[in-house]
């Protein structure tokens, strides 16, 4: 990120006002590609489970909306009077967060801790003249309220979508504090709901920086292939400000020939089509990325883009025209080796590194959005995407909020990454019990997801149901409305019997679509050792992956699968003092760093895999 020197233009250091509480401006793409000036490092911060914070500290009101005077966002300092106003808090005085990164992780008493925390970080800047600024935070789990200089900018629910908010006439120049205060308390009619098999990790979990941006500036753009044509770009730029209109922007990608002066509407938005013959395609093989850069006036935005197309046809997924299997493994936003949300760039390329290691072509990042960076990375490292919002097991279904919550993650999930090539699946649940209320929430989602981004699959993991004749039919109505068959089996784990029963089952599926194996798997602790049938043991987990890839292949029309999971993560419910200790065990690394008998399984089986399909790569 490129830091930001801003000249000292105004004269006066006046403190700016501004509406108490302001619409979150539609997010910047390509956000760390602008002149930035990061806010990460040091944050101080304030415990508060009984929502002191916002209270007015001459306790006269609970004010929710904290628009007022009084709560923690002050920053309050005793004044020099004789007789100095009672202030029960003092930032600067408080201990520190280092930001990106969950409290849970990062102190011993908050390892469970849900509620609230305030978080406070002072920082200088001096705007200038006729330029916009922006405040973005990559993600704050799960509920925000953020405030500038003591004023309240609003409020943002969802735990893995960035935040954003135009603070342009809002900073002083010199010395400025924002103030988060951050409540991971879980809610019934939240998106996730109050249960889920992941750690309920709080705080700034992400990259936070103020950018910079012209006064008419390129906030969002599309670069991408038409359709299901090798041949044609197509997308849109969109501009924002006072002279979006009429404004010419040039599309160039050199390397390909593509030199292109467009020109927007009266919205500022110009959509294109452009013939590319001479495309390098992106795949797994052979991660190709272009430079593009969109220029308006005085401004630049340069990104690195990949194209290709993703399709099905029939049973098969055709990556660039090309029968394609899915050789891929799932994935939390978590380092196992220092738990608690990835960090930033180290521990996420770790993660696909340990990917690749496996054989993999392909990654489930579940069950939210992952950071911006690792999507960017995929790109690079050459792994495909299947991305996924956290609509978990047993949502609010019947509630409108909910509903919306779900559809506002779902969108800024697309508008985030609508331009990395590794994507190609959109994930609108997983696992969500069937019923009719369920069903609407969830086919209004797979509408959304298609209105916003026609070119990629839209997919869940479905639900299934076993017969006593060993059948597992996956006839989940929500499939009618899907591009892929996906589904979490576990037989071997949770189903009973012994890894070597396995093979019994047989498969009853209703649609005739690519079939795609979103989970499957079973616990093991790694350098436990016993035989095949030692529950938690390696060779169990071993013998249960054998027998499992045996059984899937047997299924016409299998196109892939991502096996739970890369590595073992942080799980609260996952509470035996022997195996588990709070730690999911289904990786096939465990939470040391250490790959288990069954990595090397599935790293066999994608062996053969990639020499069948793509040549041995
Ligand atoms: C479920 C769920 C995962 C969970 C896994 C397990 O299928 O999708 O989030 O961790 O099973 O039980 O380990």
């Avoid at 004023?151 to 935040?163: A, E, V």
């Avoid at 072509?361 to 991305?387: F, T």
């Avoid at 559809?407 to 590794?422: C, Y």
Wanted: include cysteine; charged fraction near 20%.
């Amino acid at each position: 990120m490129k830091m930001l020197l801003l000249a000292l233009a105004l004269g006066v250091a006046g403190i700016f006002t501004g509406p108490a509480a302001q619409a979150q401006t539609s997010l910047i793409q390509n956000a760390p590609a602008r002149r930035v000036l990061s806010l990460n490092g040091s944050w101080n911060y304030i415990i508060d489970p009984y929502e002191n914070g916002f209270y007015d500290y001459r306790r006269e009101a609970f004010d929710k909306s904290a628009t007022g005077k009084g709560g923690y966002y002050d920053n309050a300092k005793p004044s020099t009077a004789q007789e100095p106003e009672l202030i029960e808090y003092d930032f600067d005085h408080s201990a520190a967060l280092q930001i990106p990164g969950d409290w849970n992780s990062q102190d011993p008493k908050l390892l469970y801790y849900e509620g609230t925390i305030w978080l406070k970080k002072s920082f200088k800047i001096t705007p200038t003249a006729g330029k916009r600024y922006f405040i973005y935070f990559g993600a704050i789990n799960y509920e925000s309220h953020i405030y500038l200089n003591g004023k309240k900018l609003g409020m943002h629910q969802g735990g893995f979508t960035p935040i954003q908010y135009e603070v342009t006439g809002k900073l002083n120049s010199g010395d400025n504090f924002v103030v988060v205060k951050a409540d991971n308390t879980r809610h019934l009619d939240a998106v996730p709901t109050i249960n889920t098999d992941w750690w309920n990790y709080g705080g700034i979990t992400r990259d936070v920086y103020i950018a910079e941006a012209p006064e008419t500036f390129i906030v969002d753009y599309k670069v991408q292939l038409a359709k299901d044509n090798m041949s044609q770009l197509a997308g849109y730029v969109q501009l924002d400000g006072t002279g979006k209109t009429g404004q010419s922007v040039t599309l160039n990608i050199a390397e390909a020939g593509i030199k292109q002066i467009l020109k927007t509407d009266g919205d500022g938005r110009a959509t294109f089509s452009i013939p590319a013959k001479k495309l390098k395609l992106w795949s797994p093989q052979s991660p190709k990325l272009y430079a593009v850069s969109l220029t308006n006036g005085s401004e630049t935005v340069q990104d690195k883009i990949g194209f290709r197309t993703i399709q099905t046809k029939g049973q098969d997924i055709l990556l660039n025209g090309k029968s394609a299997f899915m050789r891929g493994i799932s994935i939390h936003d978590e380092n196992p080796l220092i738990p608690g949300r990835a960090r930033g760039e180290g521990d996420l390329r770790m993660l696909l590194t340990w990917a690749k290691e496996l054989g993999c072509n392909y990654v489930r990042l579940a069950h939210y959005p992952h950071n911006e960076a690792m999507l960017r990375l995929a790109d690079e490292m050459g792994l495909l995407v299947w991305a996924e919002v956290p609509v978990y097991w047993t949502i609010a279904w019947q509630n409108p909020a909910t509903y919306q919550n779900a559809e506002t993650q779902l969108s800024d999930l697309i508008s985030m990454g609508k331009n990395r090539a590794s994507i190609v699946v959109w994930s609108v649940g997983n696992e969500t019990p069937l019923s009719d209320p369920r069903l609407t929430f969830m086919t209004n989602l797979v509408k959304k997801a298609r209105a916003l981004d026609d070119t990629r699959l839209i997919a869940a993991a479905l639900e299934l149901h076993r017969t006593p004749d060993n059948v597992i039919h996956v006839d989940d109505p929500l499939g009618e409305f899907l591009d892929l068959t996906s589904f979490n089996e576990y037989a071997g784990w949770y189903w009973g019997g012994k890894p070597s029963e396995i093979t019994k089952y047989t498969f009853d599926i209703k649609y005739s679509k690519p079939v795609f194996i979103s989970e499957f798997g079973g616990d093991a602790l790694a350098g436990y050792h016993g035989d095949a049938e030692t529950r938690w043991s390696e060779e169990y987990q071993e013998s249960l992956y054998q027998n499992q890839l045996k059984m899937l292949g047997t299924i016409k029309g299998l196109r892939g699968m991502t096996p739970w999971i890369l590595a073992d993560f942080r799980a609260t419910r996952r509470q035996h003092p022997v195996y588990q200790n709070g730690f999911n065990r289904k990786g096939l690394i465990s939470s040391t760093g250490v790959k288990k008998k069954a990595f090397y399984v599935l790293q066999e089986y994608y062996r053969q895999q990639a020499a069948k399909y793509d040549g041995g790569k």
